[in-house]
């Protein structure tokens, strides 16, 4: 049966006001990342003997490292990791706890307390507004930014308000701009950094600010830093625990998935705050069973040695270093993040004697179509795109022919700016 069929039953009327009540499913509205699949599909079968050059998909391109798969298959073998896992083993607690002092500084945190496991970061993201939001409440992000940070606050009938990330303001959010009466309403301040989308790295004196707002209004602050660790050109890991007073006003998310290359593993951990962490263990009880026991124990291995995300990191500095070089050779101003695999740049305005471009959108749309070399656009705070150097490519001399290849693409072109 089509999905028009089931329009014309009662399910359609039954559908939660939340994703579109009795509207659900008819909204034609094509959103920003369905636009990007479509836009590679068609130039994919326009042009099939040219190379799509994917620097949109922020997901990294190689395996886990050799280590953390033979643990994965040992201990997969072992009986007694077949149950269930719950709120997570003491041992990765343990793990995080190491992890955490050893590339962060981050003292004093108490494994049985002060951390739980995650399925990766997003569902703790999701879950963590359940111990909160109130209808009415309101939630503070940032934007651009990661969407499903406001998503449950709606879904439970709060209010999400958001601060613009400016380059003026080296991509940090303004606290000074929050009205007073979004403040005092505010339960949840969820941060990220490294940022994605804009690379942007946070300070000290950031978030010793942030701090300081926090408890001037009562705030709870949810940082997530899955890039932490992925860091450049002698700027230190940061942590927001290892900020004094961090711990009494919130919590902050790690995530193996970008730092380990174990996305599709669905592994993190939260720490911090010890009630925060005890509510999100109480609402996560009624969402998950949690993560198997043997990925749990193979994340161990990877959190003790992290000169893997040392060496992945690397990688990622030297690519930056080629995009940026490459891209500032034809005329943008792009300038190499401190973190993150991110680069966030400008829009053009258009091509000198051509087309113009009204926003990131239309940029991406023609790095897509006519260039076959896809990113992301983001128009929430100014017109930029988003390149990420996590793109395909098995060795040093790959990644030189990709780069390459955009340099012989694009410089037959001349953009305004």
């Not at 507004?129 to 940032?142: A, E, H, K, L, Y």
């Not at 005329?331 to 400008?346: C, I, M, Q, R, T």
Request: aromatic share 12%.
């Amino acid at each position: 049966m089509s999905i028009e069929r089931y329009q014309k039953t009662y399910i359609q009327q039954n559908f939660a006001d939340r994703i579109g009540g009795a509207n659900y499913g008819k909204d034609t509205a094509i959103y920003k990342f369905e636009k990007i699949k479509r836009a590679n599909a068609a130039a994919k079968k326009e042009f099939p003997d040219t190379e799509l050059i994917d620097m949109g998909v922020g997901e990294p391109d190689e395996m886990a490292d050799a280590g953390i798969v033979s643990k994965l298959a040992e201990e997969a073998a072992k009986p007694e990791n077949r149950g269930y896992a719950d709120n997570g083993i003491p041992e990765f607690k343990q793990a995080a706890v190491r992890y955490l002092k050893r590339v962060f500084n981050v003292d004093g945190l108490d494994a049985d307390t002060e951390v739980l496991h995650s399925i990766g970061s997003k569902p703790a993201l999701a879950m963590l507004p359940s111990c909160f939001i109130n209808p009415g409440d309101v939630t503070i992000m940032t934007v651009p930014g990661y969407p499903v940070l406001g998503t449950h606050t709606k879904y439970l009938g709060g209010e999400v308000y958001t601060v613009e990330l400016k380059k003026e303001n080296a991509f940090l959010p303004d606290m000074n701009t929050i009205p007073e009466d979004i403040a005092k309403r505010a339960k949840l301040l969820y941060l990220n950094y490294p940022n994605n989308p804009t690379g942007a790295s946070a300070s000290v004196e950031f978030f010793e600010e942030v701090i300081a707002w926090a408890r001037q209004y009562n705030v709870v602050v949810i940082h997530d830093a899955p890039y932490a660790a992925l860091t450049y050109d002698g700027l230190k890991p940061l942590s927001f625990l290892s900020v004094p007073g961090a711990k009494d006003v919130g919590v902050e998310l790690h995530s193996l998935s970008k730092s380990y290359n174990m996305t599709g593993w669905r592994i993190g951990f939260i720490a911090g705050n010890p009630l925060v962490v005890k509510a999100f263990g109480d609402v996560k009880d009624n969402n998950d069973s949690g993560q198997f026991i043997a990925i749990q124990k193979a994340a161990v291995w990877g959190l003790d040695h992290p000169e893997i995300t040392e060496k992945i990191a690397r990688k990622y500095s030297r690519r930056h270093d080629m995009l940026v070089g490459v891209l500032n050779e034809i005329g943008f101003k792009a300038e190499k993040p401190k973190g993150s695999f991110f680069l966030y740049v400008e829009a053009p305005k258009g091509i000198k004697g051509g087309r113009r471009f009204e926003s990131g959108e239309e940029f991406s749309q023609y790095l897509i179509r006519e260039k076959l070399i896809s990113t992301v656009p983001w128009d929430d705070a100014g017109h930029f795109v988003r390149f990420s150097v996590t793109f395909i490519a098995d060795s040093e001399e790959y990644e030189k022919r990709v780069i390459g290849e955009i340099r012989s693409r694009l410089n037959d072109v001349e953009f305004e700016f």
